[in-house]
């Protein structure tokens, strides 16, 4: 009677539980095949799993017709939606290189007249992986592959990005021996990075942190300021020669060592 009575206190607490989060009780029994919600609505292809956070927080998704919440997940035959829309199966995936100028916005909200979206005028739906500050320019990236973001964008995987920055003083070595070591910035110290002079005012410097803002703020440490700051490498992709403006698909052979 004691093993009865502890199953039965464990279903029905169960019962409570997912029926005050607004999903039905019987999904419990339905499938073990569930997914985070987050996850799931990134890999419908639109957008990160930061961003549908957002959109959850935001009261947007709905799980059968029932607001969802942060931690919800979603089992085979429930019906999620976004705005009242159904989210639908992940399209083809995308994955391109565009070479950003200085006064785009890494954003998706189109209220932004600057706005990456807009600039790059693809006909499908995508994102940008990451940030470049609007005053920079350089290589980002951009996808309908939300799994992908996190691949990229994960601390831990110290994924190298390359820049090339222009001051507006004479480099010298205390200078260059100072940001390889790290600079005291936003409450903590940056890690120790790769950095070469290139010519009296202009060095490149490979990071594989992305901390808001992060080279300027080192050089302003040392009472410099940037003039221009461009990233000419993400990983393994090289901007190459794509011009100002312009972006490409990812080879193949890039899509390999990305995936």
């Given at each position: 009677m004691q093993t009865v009575s502890c199953v039965w206190n464990f279903y029905f607490c169960n019962f409570q539980l997912f029926s005050w989060s607004g999903w039905k009780p019987e999904i419990l029994f339905m499938s073990e095949n569930d997914i985070s919600l987050?996850?799931?609505?990134?890999?419908?292809?639109?957008c990160s799993r930061r961003e549908a956070d957002k959109w959850i927080d935001a009261g947007r998704v709905k799980i059968n017709g029932t607001i969802a919440k942060k931690g919800n997940r979603v089992f085979e035959h429930d019906k999620v939606t976004l705005d009242d829309e159904p989210l639908r199966n992940k399209p083809r995936p995308i994955?391109?290189?565009l070479n950003k100028p200085p006064g785009i916005t890494c954003t998706t909200d189109l209220r932004d007249k600057d706005n990456i979206i807009d600039f790059v005028g693809h006909p499908k739906r995508i994102f940008p992986i990451g940030r470049l500050d609007k005053a920079s320019s350089g290589l980002i990236l951009l996808t309908n592959d939300g799994d992908i973001v996190n691949h990229v964008l994960r601390v831990e995987n110290r994924h190298e990005k390359v820049y090339i920055v222009t001051v507006n003083r004479p480099i010298n070595t205390t200078f260059i021996k100072k940001m390889s070591n790290g600079i005291p910035i936003?409450?903590?110290?940056?890690?120790?990075?790769?950095?070469?002079k290139i010519s009296k005012f202009t060095f490149e410097i490979i990071l594989t942190?992305?901390?808001?803002?992060?080279?300027?703020?080192?050089?302003e440490f040392l009472s410099y300021k940037v003039v221009t700051l461009k990233r000419v490498r993400?990983?393994?992709?090289?901007?190459?020669?794509?011009?100002?403006?312009?972006w490409r698909n990812?080879?193949?052979?890039?899509?390999?060592?990305?995936?």
């Open positions: 987050n996850k799931f609505i990134s890999s419908t292809g639109i994955y391109i290189a936003l409450g903590t110290v940056t890690q120790k990075c790769a950095v070469r942190q992305g901390l808001n803002r992060q080279i300027r703020r080192m050089c993400i990983m393994h992709i090289e901007l190459g020669d794509l011009k100002v403006g312009k990812l080879t193949a052979e890039e899509l390999k060592l990305l995936n």
